[in-house]
C-alpha cells in the first residue's frame, strides 16, 4: 500500500501526543514547582530507492537519489527547566530556590525523591514536611516554642524561641544539583527521582557551586507560559488536520486505482 | 499492447511516489531542524521503453527520477532553553555516532549524566576538540558557535557545511564530505522549525491527486477504445 498512508498516520500518532504533553502542562499552570514538557519530534527513516552517487556511465554519476521518507516520531519529551515565576506569600515555610537544584525529600520508602515544590508544612512533632507529609532531608525539627523561622539564602534554618531576643541556628537545607536535569524521573506529586541518565546528585549549599540560593516567603509557580501552550495546541490540531487531509489524498487516490476498470 | 496504456500507468506510479515524498513533509512539520523532499519526474529511461517496445521510439511515460532537499531556512521560535541552539546559514552541526560523523541542523541537546553535550538520542555533540563538556555554572554561546563560561571559552562547536547531505532520520544527515561552514550564525534559547509549509504541501498533494486521477482516466479511456474496437470487429 502507499507509504504516505502510513507516513500520515505516524503525524497524526505524533501530534495526539502532542496534544496530550501540552493538555498535561496545561493542567498543572497553578501546580507549585511544576515543570513544563515539550514533545521533540524526529523524521523516522529513509528507504532509498536510488543511491545518489552511483554511477551511470564512465564518469557520470548520479547527483541526487531517490529517498522517501516514511513518516515522524517522538523523540522525547523533554522537561524544560527555566525558572517559574515567583509569588509572594509571607508564609516562613514557603521557599523558593533562585536557580538550579531540588529539594531533597524522604519518602515513605526511605528513598530520597527530589522536589521544586517549596511549599513546606510543619507537622504534629514540629518536621518541616511536604503537603503530602514527606519529611525534608536533612530533616528540619521546628521546636514548640518558636515564635519566628528565618531561612537564610545559603539555607541556614534559625528560630527565635519565646522569651528569646537572639535567633538560633537549629539546622541547615542543602540542596541537590544534577548534571542532567532533564533525565530525572516523574514521580507525580511534584517529586522527581534520579536516574542513571540524570548523573549522581551533587548536594551541598544552597548558592554555591551553580546551585541556586534560598528565598523565605516566596513561592515558585510552574513555568507554563498559557499563551504559549496556546498556540501550541492550534499548531499541533492544524498539523493533525493536514495530516488527515494527506490520508484522504492518498485513500482517494487508491479508490481512482480500483476505479480504473468499469 | 498500446504503448499509451503504459505511459498513463507510469505517470500512475510516478504520482504516487510524490505523494509519499510529501506525505512524509507533513508529517515532520513539526520536526525541528527538518529538511523538506523535493521529488523531480523525468521521462521514463528510453532504453527502458524501448526493451519493452518493438514499435519504434515513442514518448515513454514518466517516472520519479530523484529526490532532493530544499535546504531553504526553516523559521527560528523561541524556547527560552539554554541547550537550544538554532543555526541560520549554511552551517551543521557535527554529531559523532558509531557510523562515523552525521549533521544536524536539530539543536534540540541535552547534557548527559557526566555534562556532556548531547543530542536527544544521547549521541555526542562534536565540539573543535571532539565532545564538549559544560561547566556546572551558566554558560552562552555566541553567535560564532563559541562556548564561554565565566568569562572564559570552554568550547567551540564543529559547524560545517556537508556537501549534497541526505536524511538519515532522526533529525540527522550524512554526506561523503563536508567543507567549513561559510556564513552562518547560532542563536541561543531557539530552534529552528521544519522548513515545511503545510498548505504548500497539500497543495502539491492536491496537484498529485489531479494528475493522478488524469493519468486514470487516460488509461480507462484507451481501455474503452480498444475494448469498442473489439466490438467493431466481432
Known sequence: MMRALWSAASGMIA?????????????NVNTTGFKRERVDFQDLMYQTARVAGTPVAQGVELPTG??????????????????????????????????????????P??????????????????????????????????????????????????????????????????????????????????????????????????????????????LELSNVQVVEELVNMITAQ??????????????????????TRR | MLRGLYAAASAMVAQLARQDVYANNLANANSVGFRRSRVALGQFPADLQAALDTAGPAAGGAAAAATDLDTTQGPLTTTSRPL?????????????????????????????????????????????????TLPATDFTVSAEGEISSGGSVVGKLRLVAPVNAR????????????????????????VEQANVNGVQEMARMLNGYRLYEANATALR??????????????
Request: no cysteine.
Open chain 1, 238 to 259: 492544524r498539523a493533525y488536520e493536514a495530516n488527515s487531509q494527506a490520508i484522504k489524498v492518498a485513500d482517494d487516490m487508491l479508490q481512482t486505482a480500483n476505479n
Open chain 2, 84 to 132: 537550544d541552539l538554532a543555526l541560520t546559514g549554511d552551517a551543521f552541526f557535527t554529531i559523532q555516532t558509531p557510523n562515523g560523523p552525521a549533521y544536524t541542523r536539530d539543536g534540540r541537546f541535552m547534557l548527559d549524566s557526566r555534562s556532556r553535550l548531547v543530542t536527544l538520542q544521547g549521541q555526542f555533540v562534536l565540539g573543535e576538540q571532539g565532545p564538549i
Open chain 1, 66 to 107: 531517490i529517498q522517501v521518507g516514511l513518516g515522524t516520531r517522538a523523540a522525547a519529551t523533554t522537561k524544560i527547566f527555566s525558572q517559574g515565576t515567583f509569588q509572594d506569600t509571607g508564609n516562613p515555610l514557603d521557599v523558593v530556590i533562585e536557580g538550579d537544584g531540588f529539594f531533597q525529600i524522604t519518602r
Open chain 2, 221 to 234: 479511456t484507451q481501455d474503452e477504445t480498444v475494448s469498442s474496437l473489439q466490438r467493431v470487429v466481432q
Open chain 2, 167 to 190: 536524511q538519515i532520520g532522526g533529525g540527522l544527515f550524512t554526506a561523503a564530505q563536508a567543507g567549513p561552514a561559510q556564513a552562518f550564525s547560532v542563536s541561543q534559547g531557539m
Open chain 1, 109 to 218: 520508602s526511605g528513598e530520597i525523591a527530589y522536589t521544586r515544590a517549596g511549599a513546606f508544612k510543619l507537622d504534629s512533632s514540629g518536621n518541616v514536611v511536604t503537603p503530602d507529609g514527606y519529611p525534608l532531608e536533612p530533616a528540619i525539627t521546628i521546636p514548640a516554642n518558636t515564635n519566628a523561622i528565618s531561612i537564610g539564602a545559603d539555607g541556614t534554618v534559625a528560630v527565635t524561641l519565646a522569651g528569646q531576643t537572639a535567633p538560633q541556628t537549629i539546622g541547615q537545607i542543602t540542596i541537590a544539583r544534577f548534571a542532567n536535569p532533564a533525565g530525572l524521573s516523574n514521580i507525580g506529586h511534584s517529586l522527581y527521582s534520579a536516574t542513571a541518565a540524570s548523573g549522581a546528585a551533587d548536594v551541598g549549599t544552597p548558592g554555591q557551586d551553580g546551585r541556586g540560593g534560598l528565598a523565605q516567603g516566596v
Open chain 1, 15 to 27: 501530534q495526539q501526543l502532542n496534544v496530550d504533553t501540552i493538555a498535561n502542562n496545561l493542567a
